[in-house]
């Protein structure tokens, strides 16, 4: 495993009763990058989330935090993460420094560093000006900044934010957003959004997830490693659909002057159509892969609908 790769997850599932939330997840996250968990209400995210941040146990899968196995040494494992859930754990009778002093204490920072940790997170989150005030009395967006300061106080390798602009008002949500690229710069951070521009905007890399499965994993641009690749495909004599749609492994999606837009599953359909081509005499003058835009996958896999590339 590289150095630098403070989280690597592989073949993660789990079950709740016979249902299956989450299916064969892989990912992994580097230090100084930001990953973006994108998907719809129900898509698994949460779930994904929380056994990463072992606190929640998979039905099968592995999980390194900074190399250190979470299932074989959990304690240890988990002091190199911070995680913010989705609804904060808060105590709104106490005041944000008291609050921070106690999540210090918990995370095990020795008595002796509790206060520059607490100040520290103050400070990364902006939160110093208020540290004297009661939790309940902040507005959403400064309670929101208190959960992310309880999740840096023990200044961990990887942050876990589930949904942490969910909410919030527009002017909140800038502020939490900077607030996540500023916590990027000496570490990790994963975070969870339905937002395609949110993620778009703040993360090196993407995983979409849609119905506990991955359906995409790569650059926020999209253009990469789809279940399915599409081509465009043109002829000097373009064969009939019905001939085109029983070729094995391809399923034709749009109708193109002199061709068609096809999606395969296997190189090797592409193969034997190509084959099949020259056997024909169809004359293949153009064939392109077509990389859809990030926006075009969530869209096609959320929708169902296909759009051009
Ligand atoms: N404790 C549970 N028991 C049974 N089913 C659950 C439980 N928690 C989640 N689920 C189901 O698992 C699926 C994935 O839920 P999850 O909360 O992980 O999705 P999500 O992407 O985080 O959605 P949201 O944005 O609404 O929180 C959903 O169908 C949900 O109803």
New binding site residues.
């Given amino acids: 495993m590289p150095e630098d790769r403070l989280l690597e997850a592989r073949h993660l599932a789990?079950h709740?009763?016979g249902?299956e939330?989450?299916s064969d997840v892989n990912l992994h996250v580097n230090r100084g990058e930001v990953l973006g968990?994108l998907?719809?209400?129900?898509?698994?995210?949460?779930?994904?989330?929380?056994m990463l941040c072992g606190t929640?146990a998979p039905s099968a899968g592995e999980i390194r935090l900074c190399g250190i196995d979470l299932l074989e040494s959990p304690i240890m494992a988990k002091r190199q993460l911070g995680y913010l859930p989705?609804i904060p754990p808060l105590y709104p009778d106490t005041r944000v420094r008291e609050y921070l002093h106690y999540a210090a204490t918990l995370r095990r920072v020795p008595r002796r560093d509790r206060r520059v940790a607490v100040d520290a997170a103050l400070e990364a989150t902006g939160l110093a000006d208020v540290a004297h005030r009661l939790i309940r009395n902040l507005s959403k967006g400064y309670q929101q900044r208190v959960g992310i300061a309880q999740a840096v106080v023990h200044s961990p390798a990887l942050v876990v934010l589930?949904?942490p602009t969910?909410g919030l008002d527009p002017q909140q949500v800038q502020d939490i957003r900077k607030l996540i690229q500023r916590l990027q710069r000496d570490r990790a951070v994963i975070f969870?959004s339905?937002i395609l521009g949110e993620v778009q905007a703040l993360c090196d890399r993407v995983v979409i997830?849609h119905?506990?499965r991955q359906v995409y994993a790569g650059a926020p641009q999209g253009g990469e490693s789809r279940v399915t690749r599409s081509f465009s495909l043109r002829f000097r004599s373009s064969p009939p659909l019905e001939v085109m749609a029983v070729v094995p492994g391809v399923e034709v999606t749009e109708r193109l002057s002199n061709g068609y837009r096809i999606e395969i599953g296997l190189d090797s359909a592409l193969d034997a159509l190509v084959a099949l081509s020259v056997e024909e005499g169809w004359g293949l003058v153009e064939l392109t892969e077509v990389r859809p835009t990030l926006e075009q996958v969530f869209l096609e896999v959320t929708t169902g609908r296909v759009e051009a590339a």
């Fill in positions: 789990r709740y009763g249902r939330a989450v968990l998907g719809l209400n129900g898509a698994g995210k949460t779930t994904t989330l929380r929640l989705e589930d949904e969910a969870s339905h997830l119905q506990g």
